[in-house]
Structures are given as C-alpha cells and as structure tokens.
C-alpha cells in the first residue's frame, strides 16, 4: 500500500503550551502572521480552534457572532465567530501546503490553537509517522 | 452524495432547488433572509456541518445581495489543499524545540519569539512579543509559543 | 535518554552507575543519586499512580519496570509493568479476507433510526441480531453463521442531517 505525499515536516509531541500540554503539535503560518504558531493536532476537534490574538495577528480581527452556536469545550460555552484563513504548512522537506481553513475564533478561548477535522485536516492526505516523528501532508 | 436537508416546517418549498440539496426533503420556503440564517444556526448547532454547508449554498442562491450569507457561505465551503511554490527555505524546527526545552521554564507564562536557538522576543502579550521580533530580520518565519514548564519527558 | 525517577522514601536505593535499562523495552535510566528507597510495595505503586496522575507517561513506565526489579513476584508490579510498556505493533497474516465495512455503514445509514438505543450486529447489508443488551446481541450474532467477522454497533440518536 502506497500513498504519495507533497511535503513534510517534523512534529512535536508532549509539549506544553503555557499550561496546556500538547500531545501531537505542528507549526502552521497563519493567514499573515509573521511568525508560525504551535498547533494542537486534534482529529476530534470539530473545528480548528483560534484564540482572538491568533486571528487578529493573522489578519482576521473581529467580534462574537451570535449566528454561531457556542462551541462546546472543556472549558464549557466558548462563543466566538467562524473564519476562514489560510494555513500554510511550511514543510522540512517538499513543498509547502496552502489550505483555507474554517476556523473557530473567540476572545474566549483560553486553550491552545487546534488544528481540527471539519473544513481542514477532513480535506488534506496526512499521515503521522512516529518513527521519526514526522507528519507527511498533500493536497486531496 | 447528496446531504439531507433538516428544514423547519413551511407552507411550501421551492420547485429550483439547488442540486445539492435532495429532492427527498423540504427545505424552508424562503420566506426571509432572517429566517434561513436562522436555520443555518439550527443546522451548526446540530453539528450538522455538511448538511450547514449546501444549505448556505442555498441561501447564497436565495438572498445573493445578503453580506451575512455570502460571508457564511464563504467561510462555511470546503476548503482545497494547494501546494504552492516555496516561501521558505526548508528548515526543522530542532533548534527551537531545544531552546524551549532548555530555557522555556524561565519564561514560563510568557510569548517567547524564536529563531533557530535566538530568541527575538518575550512579553506577556504576544502582538508586542511579535512587534518586538519584527525589527529583527529572519530568513524565514520565526517561532511564536508560549513558554510552559518544564518537559518531563 | 535517561529518565530520572523519583521515589517516594529517603534511603538511597541505586547506584547512578547501575542504570536500571529492561533489555526488552529499552525503558529506564539511571536513578537519581539521593533516590530514597521505598518502604513498601504500597508506596511504590502509590508513586506510580502519581506520575500517571501527573500525565508523565514515560516515567511512569520507567517506574514501572523498577517496580518489577523490585518487586518480581507481586501480581500489581507485574501488571503495571505489563500493560504500561511501549506496545509493538506487529503485521500478522490475514484471517479474514480483505473487505471494507461499506455495506455495514451504508446500511446504518438507511435503517439506522430504525434500532436507535439499541446494539446492532451488521455483516454486509444483514442485520444479524440487534438488542438492548450489548452481550445479549452478541451471543444471538454468533448464532447466524457469515463468512468474516460481523460488526457491532450502537445506534445512538440519529442526526438530523
């Protein structure tokens, strides 16, 4: 079984975020962020999931939309707005990977960032490969 | 495959109905621009994400002038993975991962920018940890973490 | 890379030059110098319960395999050591032939709502058996011969989408 990939880079497991400790995380550039930021990779998460200073940095300020339903955390009720903004996967080797993701985005949000399934990993190939720890991405 | 539209109950449906949307359901007459958001509220709330996209599809067809649907429908479409022409020269990240390792708890609570094992910045506020480590030039994008305690491991 | 361990009494137990490595898994390292040394078997698992507790992975699984140096014959010692190590994933030959659970997900799809609450036993588009009980689905499953290995589900509640 064979399945091609454009890119990779190295991830980062068991480190902590603050106080947040983050079992399998990634460098993402965000929309026009100048620096990259450390990602919880999280296929459970419904959406990826941005912190307000994390969205405004990347370009995408904005307030809590009452249209969006809160999101449901462990942190309880999170409310926030729904944006959609470039990832870039700035690979160790290959090329680089260039996604819109919808993103989840509150002020409230006191978590780390999430990468999460809908409208991001649900639309790329990855694969993780602990051996050397590395994540391998494509376009779908 | 066609997504299967939960629609509020309505006097009647529309007979162009988008193809996206199954001809086995009744989605809501479109009696205002209020009332359908209202519905797409309904369908997130559901966790009903697919079933929310084609049905802001629908309301794109519907109330194409409305802001709030076309910004919803845009942030709402499934995203496509391009690879792109490379920004950055490749790099690992080793450094960075050992400078926090090293020194991460003495800056615990804090935005730290890094570069390879440099560190450009560090303040409780990450835009100023960030406006901090633009003046200083990089060949590529640096690190932006909040510093934790120490790694066990 | 050596994991230090941390244990829970005053007396020093170990040698830093005899680092406690299980030849098998590679886990393990040195102890620390002023390690003391465990009163009982009971604090010993008690530590370990801390550095779980504490999400460090790793040196619970150290841990562990010094608590099997120390304690061989206690069952809790070697339980801990057993299930806490590093698992090896292995490729074994095939017992069923290749298929892909398509019918089974499609026929969720199409009858699910039917059985909500309930414990669905599916093999291609066949309903084996279905019942509240978990085991009771089972066992009546096990009754109706089929070629592979059957699917169990619970049918939750059903989305509206």
Not at chain 3, 71 to 84: F, G, S
Request: charged fraction near 25%; hydrophobic fraction near 40%; aromatic fraction near 8%.
């Amino acid at each position: 079984m064979i399945r091609s990939f454009t890119g990779s880079m190295r991830y980062q497991t068991e480190v902590y975020q603050g106080p947040h400790r983050l079992l399998v995380a990634v460098e993402v550039l965000i929309g026009d962020s100048s620096a990259a930021s450390t990602l919880l990779l999280d296929t459970g998460s419904e959406w990826c999931v941005l912190p307000e200073h994390i969205a405004g940095e990347a370009g995408y300020p904005g307030e809590i939309n009452p249209r969006i339903p809160p999101l449901h955390s462990r942190f309880g009720l999170i409310y926030g707005r729904i944006e959609r903004i470039p990832f870039r996967f700035v690979a160790d080797v290959g090329a680089e990977l260039v996604l819109e993701a919808t993103c989840f985005v509150s002020e409230e949000w006191p978590g780390p960032p999430v990468l999460g399934w809908k409208g991001c990993l649900e639309r790329m190939r990855f694969a993780l490969d602990p051996a050397d720890e590395t994540f391998y991405f494509a376009p779908l | 495959m066609p997504v299967l539209l939960e629609a509020p109950p309505t006097s009647h449906a529309p007979d162009d109905r988008g193809a996206d949307i199954s001809a086995e359901t009744q989605p809501p007459a479109p009696v205002s621009a209020e009332a359908d958001l209202a519905h797409l509220t309904e369908l997130l709330a559901d966790h009903d994400i697919d079933g929310a996209r084609a049905w802001s599809q629908e309301l794109l067809r519907r109330w194409p002038e409305n802001t709030e649907v076309t910004h919803l429908a845009y942030v709402l479409a499934p995203p496509v993975a391009r690879v792109v022409p490379r920004k950055y020269p490749p790099r690992r990240r080793d450094l960075e991962w050992e400078w926090l390792k090293e020194h991460g708890p003495e800056y615990a609570g804090l935005w730290v920018v890094l570069y390879e094992d440099r560190l450009l910045a560090a303040d409780p506020d990450p835009a100023k940890a960030l406006a901090e480590a633009r003046k200083i030039p990089c060949p590529g994008p640096p690190l932006l973490h909040l510093a934790g305690p120490v790694r066990k491991k | 890379m050596p994991v230090l361990l941390e244990a829970p009494s005053p007396t020093p137990v170990a040698d830093p030059a005899d680092p406690v490595v299980d030849p098998a898994t590679g886990i393990g390292g040195c102890v620390r110098t002023d390690a003391p040394a465990p009163p009982s078997v009971e604090a010993d698992l008690a530590h370990l319960t801390e550095l779980l507790a504490d999400h460090d992975i790793e040196g619970a699984r150290a841990w562990s395999q010094e608590l099997l140096r120390r304690w061989p014959d206690h069952p809790r010692a070697q339980h801990w050591a057993y299930v806490l190590a590093p698992t090896v994933a292995r490729v074994v030959p095939r017992k069923y032939p290749p298929r892909r659970r398509d019918l089974e997900r499609e026929w969720l799809k199409q009858h699910g709502h039917e059985y909500a609450g309930l414990w669905v036993v599916l093999y291609e588009d066949r309903l084996l058996a279905a019942d509240p009980e978990r085991a009771k689905a089972v066992e009546l499953a096990r009754q109706v011969p089929c070629d592979g290995e059957p699917f169990l589900h619970h049918v939750g509640p059903i989305p509206k989408g």
